[in-house]
């Protein structure tokens, strides 16, 4: 079936370092990645989105990786911040309905 | 504030009643969806809407029910078939299919 994985299930960092998030995806129609960050208790804020017909992009601080060859989309977050600290989600789209699979997500933690 | 109201925040409920989370949004958004997350884990599908008067199933649909009766509204009901209601709700729109989502805060619902 259709799935959406994270390589590791927390990640910890020193403020100020890069962050990279790894996710690998295993349906090769999607054409939309999203990333997501969840704070507890919290809905997921939307970080930054990429199409399939793009290998990057670049937001604030943040930047989105796409390897269709092997199926893998990674989040790299520059200097790190304490407010980074949170739990990411990659999602895919296959199909234009919109609707997302997500990853299991990966817990970042930031420390001072 | 244009966004995404889900209420109430908390939910309990005892075996075997039928209850209803709401979701509202004020951005105009034409697509709907509503997502179970349980802990640890990431989001599935339950059902959404792409327009006005028309849903279709997710991923885990057994156990709700939804309705759009009007386009700014996309109610879910978890109705007592629903084996293993506890987890956290939560609802999202978009403009279109594939294009950025917004998450409401959610609903986190006890059976009690």
């Known amino acids: 079936g259709e799935s959406v994985g994270l390589h590791l299930p927390t990640l910890s960092v020193q403020e100020g370092d890069n962050s990279i998030i790894n996710c690998a995806y295993s349906?090769?129609?999607?054409?939309?990645f999203i990333w997501y960050k969840q704070e507890s208790g919290k809905g997921p804020q939307f970080i930054i989105d990429?199409?399939?017909?793009?290998d990057k992009r670049q937001g604030q601080r943040v930047t989105v990786l796409l390897n269709k060859t092997v199926k893998h989309l990674s989040l790299q977050i520059a200097a790190t911040q304490p407010g980074d600290s949170a739990v990411y989600f990659c999602a895919e789209s296959p199909g234009n309905t919109g609707k997302l699979i997500f990853g299991q997500g990966t817990t970042l933690q930031v420390k001072p | 504030d244009g966004g995404i109201t889900q209420s109430p925040k908390y939910l309990f409920r005892k075996e075997g009643q039928n209850v209803t989370l709401s979701c509202e949004q004020n951005?105009?958004?034409?697509?709907m969806y509503w997502y179970r997350q349980d802990p640890g884990q990431g989001l599935r599908l339950i059902y959404y809407s792409q327009i006005v008067n028309d849903f279709q199933k997710g991923d885990i649909a057994e156990g709700y029910s939804v309705s759009r009766e009007k386009k700014e509204s996309f109610p879910l009901t978890v109705t007592s078939a629903q084996k293993n209601p506890t987890a956290f709700y939560l609802c999202a729109s978009s403009m279109q299919g594939n294009t950025e989502a917004f998450f409401g805060q959610g609903t986190r619902l006890t059976v009690v």
């Open positions: 990429i199409r399939s017909n793009m």
């Open positions: 349906n090769s129609a999607s054409d939309y």
């Open positions: 951005l105009n958004h034409d697509a």
